[in-house]
């Protein structure tokens, strides 16, 4: 009879492992800890009882998945704070936080937690209360 292959073996060194994994960041589930994670269930595996290679592409393919959108929200971040920067000098018109219209130009970028705001006026606002960018005029068709 082999030894130290039960569960307990097992589910102690998975448990060892994301504990591990994990607790350089309690936010997501980085690329090292899903490796870790992968590499301790291969390694822990009962040999009477192997992982169906499913489970397994079935994960790596998450992985990848994980890698395209980690890539995405870097472009689309970059892409922000092009577009926030391209704003300076420019005059817009601003909903605040009160529901007032204001307009203004554009004199500077300020980030708050890696989110850029523009600056109008001497006041900072999120790039979301933004509502039109450029000179607005307003017409009215007379009857």
Known sequence: MVSGVGGTNNNNALANA??????????FVSENTFLTLLMTQLQNQDPMNPQDPSQFVSQLASFSSLEQMTAMNTNMQNVLDNS???LIGQNVTLLDS???MVQGTV??????????????????YPLS????????????TGS
Do not use: L
């Open 98 to 100: 009160s529901g007032n």
């Open 129 to 140: 209360d933004i509502q039109n960018v450029g000179n607005v005029t307003s017409t009215t």
């Open 107 to 124: 004199s500077g970028i300020v980030y708050y937690a890696n989110t850029p705001a523009v600056q109008v006026n001497g006041q900072n």
């Open 84 to 86: 926030a920067t391209s």
């Open 18 to 27: 994301v504990n591990q994994a994990t607790a350089s960041s309690s936010q």
